[in-house]
C-alpha cells in the first residue's frame, strides 16, 4: 500500500496502549533491515530520516526505496522527518515523499514553539501530512534536560492541533552514561490530560520494563536511532575481523550486519507491542 501518516496508526495504537516503533534509518541496508522487521513481526512501522540527510539528496533516495518496499506489503509504513529545522525543510520532506514530518521548536520558549508549530501543522494538514512537535526539551549531548509539563502539553496541543506530542520525561538522544529514569508519574498526568498520541525520544537503552510503563501512559510512538546505527557499525567491523584481507562484495559483506538490524527492530518491535 502507498506509505500512510502517523494518523492512520498512532490513534489507535495509543488507544490500545501499544507504541510503533519508529526507527532512524540511513541507507538501504539499514532501511531494509527494518522493513524486513516490520513484514517478520507483521506490525506497521515508522521508518524516519534525521534532518541532516536533507541536506543533499540522501533524504531522497531514502524515500523512494521506501515507497518502493510500501508498495510491496499490506503493512502499514510511516515516512517520517525528525527534527525538521524548518519550515523551508519541511515542505521539501514533503514534496520528495515524506508522509510524516517534525518540526523541532523544543529550544524556543513555548509562546515561540507554538508559533512556529502552528504555521508548520497548517502546511503540513493541507497536503495530507501528519505532524509531530516537541515540548519541553530532550538534549543531545550534555545538552540541558528540560521536563514537560501538562499545562504546557494541553496548551501547545490545544494552540497547534499537532498530531503527535514528543514530552520530555528523563530520556536523552544518544548512549546514556548511567541508566535513565523515566518520570512516570509526570508522563501519567500529561497523559491525563491530552489525548492524542505522545512520543518518547531518546528511546535507545531505556529498560523495557520503564518504556511499558510510559506505553501505559499514552506514548504511542518510540524513537530509536542511536542502539540501531551502532548496530550497523559494530556489525561492519565484526565482519571485517572475521573476514580479514579476504575480499567480499559489498552486498555480500552487509547482508549479515542487515541481518542483526532485522532481529534487533522485531525484538523493539515487539516491546512496543507489549507482545
Ligand atoms: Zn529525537
Not at 106 to 132: F, M, P, W, Y
Not at 192 to 203: D, Q
Request: proline share 4%; charged share 25%; aromatic share 6%.
Amino acid at each position: 500500500m502507498p506509505l500512510v501518516t502517523l494518523n492512520e496508526i498512532l490513534p489507535k495504537a495509543r488507544q490500545n496502549k501499544r507504541a510503533v516503533a519508529a526507527f532512524n534509518v540511513a541507507n538501504l541496508e539499514t532501511l531494509l533491515g527494518v522493513f524486513k522487521a516490520a513484514e517478520q513481526e507483521s506490525s506497521p512501522v515508522i521508518i524516519q530520516v534525521y534532518q541532516r540527510l536533507f541536506k543533499d539528496e540522501r533524504a531522497e533516495l531514502i524515500a523512494a526505496m521506501a515507497a518502493r518496499l510500501a508498495g510491496k506489503t499490506d503493512i502499514p509504513i510511516v515516512l517520517h522527518l525528525d527534527h525538521g529545522t524548518s519550515i523551508e525543510q519541511l515542505k521539501r520532506a514533503i514534496e520528495i515523499g515524506y508522509t510524516s514530518v517534525m518540526i523541532d521548536g523544543s529550544q524556543l520558549s513555548l509562546n515561540e514553539n507554538i508559533d512556529l508549530t502552528a504555521g508548520a501543522v497548517d502546511i503540513a494538514h493541507r497536503t495530507g501530512v501528519s505532524i509531530e512537535a516537541e515540548i519541553g526539551h530532550v538534549p543531545f549531548g550534555d545538552g540541558k534536560v528540560e521536563l514537560s509539563t501538562p499545562e504546557e502539553a494541553v496548551k501547545f496541543a490545544g494552540q497547534t492541533g499537532v498530531d503527535a506530542l514528543a514530552i520530555s520525561i528523563g530520556t536523552a538522544h544518544g548512549f546514556y552514561k548511567e541508566e535513565p529514569y523515566l518520570d512516570i508519574e509526570r508522563a501519567m498526568e500529561i497523559g491525563k490530560s491530552v489525548s492524542i498520541p505522545l512520543v518518547l525520544h531518546g528511546g535507545t537503552g531505556v529498560p523495557e520494563e520503564q518504556l511499558k510503563k510510559a506505553i501505559e501512559c499514552g506514548v504511542a510512538k518510540i524513537n530509536i536511532a542511536t542502539e540501531l546505527q551502532n548496530l550497523f557499525i559494530r556489525g561492519i567491523a565484526s565482519e571485517l575481523e572475521k573476514n580479514g584481507e579476504k575480499f567480499i562484495p559489498v552486498d555480500l559483506y552487509f547482508r549479515p550486519v542487515e541481518e542483526k538490524i532485522t532481529e534487533y527492530a522485531r525484538a523493539k518491535i515487539r516491546v512496543c507491542g507489549i507482545k
